[in-house]
């Protein structure tokens, strides 16, 4: 399974992002999808998930500003923020969710990400 996200750049506070993931291989149907995100000097952490019939979850510092969403036909998962904070900084991934933590809690291997930058 490879996972390519894009749709990172600089953009200053109060701004927004649209992410893109797109999810390539032998992924079952179905399944969870999420974003998680790194910062520098921090562990990675969740941010959405969203199952294949809509049903979302979202981190506390995620709720009312991002958005989760998905294409299931195109094994796409987007993730919009809206009203940006310089702390939403970091690299940002797309994976299925999983208990695995020696995999950051996600089931498959991560792809490179995309960075977000957020300027004061």
């Known amino acids: 399974v490879q996972l390519q996200a894009s749709g990172g750049g600089l953009v200053q506070a109060g701004g927004s992002l649209r992410l893109s993931c797109l999810v390539s291989g032998n992924i079952r149907s179905g399944e969870i999808l999420g974003w998680f995100r790194q910062a520098p000097g921090k562990e990675r952490e969740f941010v959405a998930s969203m199952t294949s019939g809509g049903a979302t979850t979202y981190a506390d510092s995620a709720k009312g500003r991002f958005t989760i969403s998905r294409d299931n036909t195109e094994n796409t998962v987007y993730l919009q923020m809206n009203r940006l904070k310089p702390e939403d900084t970091a690299v940002y991934y797309c994976?299925?969710?999983?208990?695995?933590?020696?995999?950051?809690?996600?089931?498959?291997?991560w792809g490179k990400g995309t960075l977000v930058t957020v300027s004061s």
């Open positions: 994976n299925v969710p999983s208990l695995d933590r020696w995999n950051h809690y996600g089931k498959y291997s």
